[in-house]
């Protein structure tokens, strides 16, 4: 009784300890831990508020905070959208992000 209350209890704290750092590829808030979301609103304040604003819904018809995207519906591919922005639509891209900052800038998206 007492091993298989040991293995349970492993059991959920490797796969608590896999959620933090490799977050499912849906994107659900909780999947990242607080630094993250941190270090995100910083680049987010830095980067993204000027046109998305400071609660994610400056652009017309975009709400960053509805965790519903038109072109990216997992973490993948909102990071790819942060990457390669949309220049037609007036997006730039995100200056060559390094991984913490996709980690960071999806995290907090995911989590306003």
């Not at 209350?5 to 909780?30: I, V």
Request: proline share 4%; charged share 15%; hydrophobic share 35%.
């Amino acid at each position: 009784m007492l091993a298989t209350l040991c293995a349970t209890a492993g059991l959920m704290c490797s796969s608590a300890a896999a959620q933090t750092t490799n977050p499912t590829l849906e994107g659900h808030p909780g999947d990242y831990g607080r630094a993250d979301i941190e270090y995100g609103a910083r680049l987010y304040a830095q980067h993204c508020s000027n046109c998305h604003g400071t609660t994610g819904d400056g652009v017309a018809n975009v709400d960053l905070r509805s965790g519903q995207f038109r072109t990216a519906r997992t973490d993948l591919q909102l990071r790819a959208v942060i990457s390669s922005g949309f220049p037609n639509a007036g997006m730039p891209s995100f200056r060559s992000p390094d991984a913490a900052e996709l980690t960071g800038l999806v995290a907090y998206i995911r989590n306003m």
